[in-house]
């Protein structure tokens, strides 16, 4: 049996396996090989075969935003009017073969965006180019979800459905669990907080089921199984995801006043580049660094707000100090800051003072 019917087989028992106390055991079990038959099913083929074209895009600007979406929903048409890119759209599915990228420049950041081809249900296990495309979309930072309104739901549910079978996890934090396997001494089970889904035995079940048999353990909030055996595998991506709802006008107003209120949404119809583009890029920005921005002072006139340092949110003077030039750090003595991270302005202070939104810096060398 390959692997992909053994994938069917236990997802069948899994669905057909009534949830209660009593086959939680067993649930935990089949939710551990379905994991471990799934990564199999994403390792590379030892046979050299032809490469594709077009994926192998090099990540650039300050953030990559990834698009994904099934076919013909305006993936294309939204590239071109977001960025200075042309990318063919048509009437038909499957315009898009290849990763076309574009550049977003909103406030001093450049965000690159790509053009995904349009992937189909069963992408995960390989088809329509579909691992090339969910391969690309684990190296971004921000997945925007596009989606046909006059469809309903259907279609954000096979796409979550999707990303979730090969590690993706949309709009969600890494479990906290501390877990480390050991050379000896067996399960060291313990948690700080109540736990309703997971208990010990469970717990050492699903190890056992990796071939785990000595390990610390440590539960600091009320986890699931599927999240303990996403700490096990280690390889699953966090990332936050934007559902842009395109199509809007072939519905009613009641409908696109539902789709709009919910989390994570925006509701679009494509006529030209308007403010729309503002708002996704801000909040495409807001979620892949925090837009934290620090800038370098002038002393003839006032800073220049709109030529920024975008970094991550928490990042140090270190940091700003290495975006600046690899060899600044060796030579930083101190450094002033202005704005919100400091009790008074300007505040002197070392490489490990943590930068805030709009912050200015001036950095004094040895």
């Avoid at 069917?8 to 939680?24: F, G, M, P, V, Y």
Wanted: glycine residues 8%.
């Amino acid at each position: 049996m390959g692997i992909l019917e053994k994938i069917a087989e236990i997802e069948k028992e899994i669905s057909r396996t009534q949830k209660n106390k009593a086959t939680e055991y067993h649930l935990g079990l089949l939710k551990a090989k379905l994991a471990k038959y799934r990564a199999q099913l994403l390792e590379p083929s030892k046979s050299a075969g032809a490469k594709g074209e077009g994926f192998d895009v090099m990540k650039s600007g300050d953030a990559r935003v990834a698009l994904i979406g099934f076919p013909s929903v305006g993936k294309s048409t939204f590239l071109s009017l977001m960025t200075s890119t042309a990318s063919e759209a048509a009437s038909y599915e499957f315009t898009t073969l290849t990763c076309i990228p574009g550049v977003i420049e909103y406030k001093g950041a450049n965000i690159q965006l790509l053009d995904l081809p349009g992937i189909i249900e069963g992408a995960a296990q390989g088809k329509g180019r579909g691992r090339q495309v969910i391969a690309v979309a684990r190296t971004a930072d921000v997945v925007i979800m596009m989606l046909d309104a006059t469809k309903g739901d259907v279609q954000r549910v096979l796409l979550e459905k999707e990303l979730e079978s090969v590690g993706i996890r949309l709009n969600r934090t890494k479990p906290n669990i501390y877990f480390k396997p050991k050379k000896g001494g067996g399960l060291s089970y313990n948690s700080t907080v109540p736990l309703t889904h997971c208990s010990e035995k469970l717990v050492q079940l699903i190890l056992h089921e990796y071939k785990i048999f000595n390990a610390e353990v440590l539960f600091r909030e009320d986890s699931t199984p599927d999240e303990f055996i996403d700490v096990i595998v280690g390889n699953r991506v966090y990332m936050p995801c934007l559902y842009v709802y395109n199509k809007v006008d072939q519905i009613s107003i009641e409908e696109v006043d539902r789709l709009a209120r919910r989390p994570h949404s925006v509701v679009i119809r494509f006529v030209n580049k308007s403010s729309f583009g503002q708002k996704l890029s801000s909040y495409s920005l807001y979620l892949c660094k925090g837009e934290v921005r620090s800038h370098l002072p002038s002393f003839i006139s006032r800073p220049d707000f709109n030529d920024a340092i975008i970094m991550r949110r928490g990042a140090t003077v270190e940091h700003v100090c290495h975006r600046i030039h690899r060899t600044l750090a060796s030579q930083f003595k101190y450094a002033l800051v202005w704005g919100t991270s400091t009790k008074y302005s300007p505040q002197r202070v070392g490489l490990t003072h943590i930068m805030e939104h709009e912050d200015v810096i001036q950095i004094v060398k040895k």
